[in-house]
């Protein structure tokens, strides 16, 4: 049982949008921002997105990230074949005092 | 370009103790906390903890009476000691750095390719 709430699935075709949400807490979301991850298949996972909405260097500005309260949402326009792949939010977590994830999105492109 | 590098022992005996080695190349560990995460066979991430260059550490509160992690700055590796191990503790383990130094936000820019540890039943 993640300590966040994502979808465990999403889907879409090419050149679609695409949202991922990522459900927490006043502990977490709502006090800290958010990370977001994408691993794709016998692969480490690889920083997608930072502080709520920062893309590090190299990542397509296909790929965009929010935060409202205690939730988060990843989006993907102009879907891409590519993109599919398993999609993990995370968040420092105050009362753990520690990192907390979600359990995952799995991506598929149609 | 920092790049990280898990080694140790693939197999291990229940009770038994897990060990991992993490080799940073490419530049320091001073001034940069070093992580530890696991998953397991198709499941999602665990944080297990941080040390810092330092020595200072944070652990899971889940994993705590069971993990040391420790760091040699002068071999550019930093370790993960899991203890009492039970077939549940079967996981991929990452090591990675967060993109700034000194400062800790799970924002790991950089990370290992994954040991495969197996805790047979």
């Known amino acids: 049982q993640s300590v966040l709430t994502q979808p465990p699935s999403a889907s879409g075709t090419p050149g679609q949008r695409v949202t991922i949400s990522c459900s927490g807490g006043?502990?977490?979301?709502?006090?800290?921002?958010v990370n977001w991850y994408q691993q794709f298949p016998g692969m480490a996972p690889k920083l997608l997105m930072y502080?709520?909405?920062q893309r590090p260097s190299g990542v397509p500005d296909r790929f965009s990230g929010s935060k409202s309260g205690n939730s988060a949402s990843l989006a993907i326009s102009g879907l891409q074949s590519e993109d599919e792949a398993d999609y993990f939010c995370?968040?420092?977590?105050?009362?753990?005092?520690?990192?907390?994830f979600g359990g995952g999105t799995q991506l598929i492109v149609l | 370009q920092v790049q990280l590098q898990e080694s140790g022992p693939g197999l291990v005996k229940p009770s038994g103790t897990l060990s991992l080695t993490c080799t940073v190349s490419?530049?320091?560990?001073?001034?940069?906390?070093w992580t530890w995460i696991r998953q397991p066979p198709g499941k999602g991430l665990e944080w297990i903890g941080y040390?810092?260059?330092?020595?200072?550490?944070s652990y899971n509160p889940s994993l705590k009476s069971r993990v040391t992690m420790s760091i040699d700055t002068s071999k550019s590796q930093f370790s993960l000691k899991l203890s009492s191990v039970t077939p549940a503790d079967t996981a991929v383990y990452y090591c990675?750095?967060?993109?700034?130094?000194?400062?800790?936000?799970?924002?790991?820019?950089?990370w290992g390719q994954g040991a495969l540890v197996t805790v047979p039943s």
């Open positions: 990675a750095r967060e993109i700034l130094a000194g400062y800790y936000n799970g924002e790991w820019g950089s």
């Open positions: 490419g530049d320091s560990l001073s001034n940069y906390y």
């Open positions: 040390v810092y260059d330092s020595g200072r550490t």
């Open positions: 006043s502990s977490n979301i709502g006090r800290n921002t």
């Open positions: 502080r709520d909405g």
């Open positions: 995370a968040a420092w977590d105050d009362s753990m005092a520690g990192v907390v």
